[in-house]
């Protein structure tokens, strides 16, 4: 019997973004969005957590190389969002409304299936310091 256990990789992106729904005047967004619907953008400086659980490898004392797991995730996510405008500039995130929730999401689509060893347990998405956003795969 093997041991799992969770491994985390911590990375720091800014980008800019506007929440916004097609169709609708920039009053009527500003009513659902708020502040993130400025018609000119703005920024955030979010915080990516990705988590991989798996069995540690008897050989290497390892779940997975987390200089691998680095990799993974700045050429996947973080060279396509950092310094970026999400709207704009994200093959990712095309079409997609970039709420932290669908954010989230995209990122674990982007990762899911790059991850080989172990598997893709959780994203974290955090906003602010105070509002985080977690992506576990999971559908209604
Ligand atoms: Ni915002």
Known sequence: ???IVYITRRETFAASHRLSKPG??????????GKCSNPNWHGH???LEVIVAGEVDSE??????????K???RTNVISKVD??????????LKGINPTSENIAVAIWNE?????????LY?????ETENNYFEYKGEKT
């Open 71 to 73: 990799e993974i995730v």
């Open 45 to 47: 400086n979010y915080t």
């Open 24 to 33: 609708l005047s920039d009053e009527e967004n500003f009513k659902l969005f």
């Open 83 to 92: 310094h970026k405008n999400l709207n704009l500039d994200t093959d990712f």
């Open 111 to 119: 990762l899911n299936e790059k991850i080989t060893k172990g598997k």
């Open 122 to 126: 959780s994203i974290k998405l955090y």
């Open 60 to 69: 290497t004392g390892f779940v997975m190389d987390l200089s691998e797991l």
């Open 1 to 3: 019997m093997g041991n």
